[in-house]
């Protein structure tokens, strides 16, 4: 398979250092050539100098051999003019391309991307999957993470296990049930110092750990409870940055959660002015630096439930955190793009955290998986991803119960959906071909997991023209 990826920024050189770790011919093209020349040097991958939209640099990045074209450089016009002479010239036979600009994503514009205009395959928008993320963080506060799968049939939740009401801390995976009959969830990965890893039924959870557990919509509060969360949903809440996320999300809530009082902090007048035409009496916005305790106070972040800071600059959303935690704030879920940030942020106090190139890379590698895998999400970038795949006919899968067809170390099946039914499978279950899988699997146990997941006569990649 070779795949062309435009820009060489985090996003474009995460994605090819993924893709050539699993063995994938990949090039990648940026403008800066000191860009091209650390993708160059730092990964498997060839890193080219030229403008990502011009058809003789796509030619020599090898465009006309191309089984997909992911365009991820900073400017939305770059990447959809080079996803349409990807196709026009080339007939490359899949193109991602993120596009951020609110106008380029109403509904109305989406005629733009019809196979007979700008055809472009998957759309990327980060503002909205990560304005998206955060509303459903909001629906369940006790969890720093929260992610449906199977159409919303199977919820995966990350959760902080710090507080005196966990009943599970310094028990084995395997002694849940005794605390917990029918527990209907399963945990899928244990981040511990920093280190992440797929538990056993030996394995204990400690106090501080984050974990990974799936279960279903209706046992979420259950679940939730066992791990001592029990906090309500937020009524107060103040958004620092009313930028695209800041804005889509205010837009979210105004129309699913009404009953939230919702105050929004902009920096910049002219900004502030526009969110507040655009909101109306949904929402009160304020014009201020959020790092400045009056305007804080103003916003009366102190008795806020949660504030959600979403500005462009990470230290901006960072410290606003810190201040209105301090100021009494019970929640705080910040924006941090720096990844080299995030081992600081429990320390501080800060509560969950967002990141759009994680949510970006996700969405992006989903669509380089088989036809099969129609929803991925990557936790923590060098560890691995939940799944959710068809299993197919005449694969390892189905060929057997899960304890006895050797599921490879790194792989853990976390759910199972049977048509309208949802199980979590205990070692005896057998999965039927046709079913709806949902799988924790670590990069180290990828090959082995797809061999698993491969029907016969089925390359796992989607790289048919």
Do not use: W
């Not at 506060?141 to 919820?155: I, K, M, S, Y």
């Not at 001592?228 to 999300?249: C, D, K, M, P, S």
């Not at 940030?341 to 501080?348: A, D, F, G, R």
């Amino acid at each position: 398979m070779k795949i062309v990826v435009c820009g060489a920024g985090q996003v474009g050189s995460t994605i090819a250092r993924h893709l050539a770790n699993e063995g994938i011919d990949v090039t990648v093209v940026d403008a800066d050539a000191g860009q091209a020349r650390r993708v160059d040097e730092s990964y498997e991958v060839r890193g080219m100098v030229g403008h990502a939209s011009h058809p003789e640099v796509l030619e020599r990045a090898g465009c006309r051999e191309a089984d997909m074209l992911i365009a991820v450089t900073r400017s939305d016009e770059v990447n959809m003019v080079a996803a349409q002479v990807a196709y026009s010239l080339f007939r490359v036979p899949r193109r991602i391309a993120r596009v951020r600009h609110h106008g380029y994503l109403d509904p109305y514009s989406r005629a733009l991307y019809a196979a007979d205009q700008m055809p472009i395959d998957v759309v990327i928008s980060p503002e909205l999957e990560v304005a998206n993320g955060i509303a459903r963080r909001l629906r369940t506060p006790g969890a720093f993470d929260t992610v449906p799968l199977a159409e919303g049939r199977v919820q995966l939740l990350g959760i902080h296990t710090d507080t005196p009401g966990c009943i599970l801390t310094g028990r084995t995976l395997g002694e849940v049930p005794q605390v917990m009959p029918d527990p209907h969830m399963i945990v899928v990965a244990i981040v511990r110092d920093g280190t992440a890893f797929v538990p056993r039924g030996a394995d204990r959870i400690e106090r501080g750990d984050d974990v990974y557990v799936v279960t279903e919509p209706s046992r979420v509060d259950r679940v939730m409870a066992v791990f001592g969360h029990e906090e309500r949903v937020a009524r107060r809440v103040v958004i620092v940055g009313g930028g695209n996320v800041g804005l889509n999300l205010a837009k979210m809530l105004a129309r699913e959660a009404p009953y939230v009082r919702l105050k929004i902090i902009e920096n910049s007048r002219e900004r502030a002015e526009f969110v507040s035409r655009e909101l109306g009496d949904r929402a009160v916005v304020l014009h201020g630096d959020a790092l400045d305790n009056d305007v804080l106070e103003e916003a009366n972040a102190g008795s806020a439930e949660t504030v959600v800071a979403v500005t462009n600059d990470d230290e901006t959303n960072i410290f606003s955190s810190v201040l209105a935690k301090r100021m009494g704030c019970k929640r705080a879920i910040t924006l941090v793009n720096k990844t080299s940030y995030e081992p600081i942020m429990p320390s501080l106090g800060i509560d969950a955290v967002v990141s759009p190139n994680a949510i970006t890379i996700s969405t992006i590698l989903r669509h380089v998986r088989h036809r099969s895998v129609s929803a991925l999400y990557t936790l923590r970038e060098e560890f691995g991803e939940v799944i959710e795949a068809k299993a197919q006919a005449g694969s390892k899968l189905v060929s057997g119960p899960i304890n006895q067809i050797g599921l490879p170390d790194g792989m853990l099946i976390g759910a199972v959906v049977r048509g309208e039914q949802v199980v979590i499978p205990h070692g005896d279950f057998k999965v039927h071909a046709g079913d709806s899988v949902i799988a924790m699997v670590t990069y180290k146990a990828l090959k082995k997991a797809e061999a698993f997941l491969a029907g016969k006569g089925s390359d796992f990649r989607s790289d048919e023209r």
